[in-house]
């Protein structure tokens, strides 16, 4: 599904902080039940507090997407994250727009970035909610794999997406 309004992807600021932490709440807690277990959706959930998202954004490169040209203000939709060296690390879209671009225009400017910095090869850690939209942008398998947070496995895979 394609959507009329163009998608805007920019830098993060520390005002964007609470957006993040909603998007990352609601995404996982809408979107991740088909493929994990509820105590692993809690967990993933409760792994951002208002700190942590704001660290993303003075940590690590953090881009917001907007909706433009919608009749309400600009609300950030999406967001996506660089981790040095070479690590497409996060990226969470608001369950209210999936497929609809927003993620792959974010994945985009990661990928822009990532070249930018000299990454010969792009890597994520993704989860089963978002493997087929990593393949999608270009990533392969790598492996399986099994993430523990807060005691809890989760299966993941490592995918990479060469940049050359
Ligand atoms: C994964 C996620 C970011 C995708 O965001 P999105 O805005 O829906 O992605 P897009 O609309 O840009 O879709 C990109 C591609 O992935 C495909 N896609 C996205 N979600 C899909 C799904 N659940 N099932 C099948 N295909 C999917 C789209 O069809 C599209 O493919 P195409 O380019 O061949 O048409 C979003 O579903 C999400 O936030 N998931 C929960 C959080 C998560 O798992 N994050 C990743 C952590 S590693």
């Known amino acids: 599904m394609t959507t009329a309004q163009p998608v805007a992807v920019r830098p ?12 990352f709440t609601r995404s996982i807690t809408e979107l991740a039940p088909p493929f994990y277990a509820p105590p692993q959706v809690a967990a993933w959930a409760a792994a951002l507090n ?16 907007e909706l433009e040209g919608a009749a309400t203000p600009a609300r950030a939709v999406g967001f996506a994250t660089f981790a040095e060296p070479e690590e497409f690390d996060m990226l969470y879209v608001d369950p209210a727009v999936v497929m609809r671009g927003v993620g792959a225009a974010l994945a985009a400017v990661v990928e822009q970035h990532a070249r930018f910095r000299g990454v ?30 807060d005691g809890h496995e989760f299966s993941v895979t490592l995918m990479s997406l060469p940049l050359r």
């Open 12 to 23: 993060a600021t520390a005002a964007d902080a609470p957006a993040l932490l909603d998007i």
């Open 50 to 65: 208002a700190d942590r998202a704001l660290a993303l954004i003075t940590d690590h490169t953090t881009y917001v997407a």
């Open 120 to 149: 010969h090869e792009l890597k994520a850690t993704v989860s089963d909610c978002a493997r087929l939209a990593f393949e999608s942008f270009g990533f392969r398998h790598e492996q399986p794999h099994t993430r523990v947070l």
